[in-house]
């Protein structure tokens, strides 16, 4: 038969231990998130997540995650996003809490000439409509993809960013 001393040794034992187990589970169910800090922002479309204790991770255009992207992922995971502001949360058995990055656009063109031939290649990160110019008028116009380049006829090139007012010039 069980005295007194037993009974509350067993009542001890049973509370204690539902104790740790609740603390060990609430530590691990939050994750941990490392980086991109919150209010990121860079001109770099590649993004290093890191966190710990999470399986996926929710990306969205909007803080309400309405339509997330949901990758699932492993620690240390690059995502290439285009120029915009995101928000993102790592997701364990709880989720994180919700942090803010912005991929800002960068307009840049090189030009490269070989053999008398002139090619403008679009080295920033967002796509771009170019204008041609030769003898100071308007002759053409191409459309080029990051890291694309294609062979033009003409002294100056005007870029703007595909649907936007950004602008960069070579004369």
Known sequence: MLNRKHIIAIDFVVVFGTLLVV??????TQPR???????????????????EKADLILIDDNIYF?????????NNLVINLNPGIYYWKAVGALESEARQLTINSEISLKLIERDNEI???????TELNVDVYKDGKLSGNVVLGIDEGRKVS???FVGRENNEGNWWKDN
């Open 119 to 125: 090619s403008v290649v679009n080295s920033g990160n």
């Open 66 to 74: 309405s339509s997330p992207q949901e990758i699932n992922v492993e």
């Open 23 to 28: 603390f060990a589970l609430v530590g691990y």
């Open 33 to 51: 998130v490392i980086a991109p800090i919150d209010g990121y922002t860079t001109t770099n479309n590649s993004v290093l997540f890191s966190f």
């Open 154 to 156: 003409g002294e100056k």
